[in-house]
């Protein structure tokens, strides 16, 4: 089936859900198309997880002719007890700054190292 991503193997510390909240914070009017080829999702993941998030309130969209138009919620609290009171804010801010390494980054993919 041509336009299906690659099936990923493993676990990965960034959920497909925070995936997906991150390419709308990078592009508020998105396609689902360019969300799901962005994230390397199907389609059909995408249109089911910014269906969650819009039920859950982290997420709404207007639409705008054919056009989706979506707002982010940034001072919604993250789900799990774990990250109790960190925002989505948070959450985007860390991703964004991933992102924006990445897109600078060298193609060898070397990039500075965390401090604690």
């Given at each position: 089936m041509d336009g299906?991503?690659?099936?990923?193997?493993?676990w990965t510390f960034v959920t497909n859900h925070a995936r997906v909240?991150?390419?709308?914070?990078?592009?508020?009017?998105?396609?689902?198309?360019?969300?799901?080829?962005h994230c390397r999702l199907?389609?059909?993941?995408?249109?089911?997880?910014?269906?969650?998030?819009?039920?859950?309130?982290?997420?709404?969209?207007?639409?705008?002719?054919?056009?989706?138009?979506y707002r982010i919620d940034p001072s919604k609290?993250?789900?799990h007890p774990a990250e109790a009171g960190l925002t989505v804010a948070s959450l985007l801010s860390l991703l964004v700054q991933d992102e924006a390494v990445r897109s600078t980054s060298s193609p060898g993919g070397t990039r500075p190292h965390a401090t604690a």
């Open positions: 299906v991503p690659e099936p990923h193997t493993g909240l991150a390419a709308i914070a990078d592009n508020h009017t998105a396609r689902i198309r360019d969300i799901a080829a199907t389609e059909r993941a995408v249109q089911k997880i910014i269906s969650d998030l819009e039920q859950a309130g982290y997420l709404s969209h207007t639409r705008e002719g054919r056009t989706n138009t609290v993250l789900r």
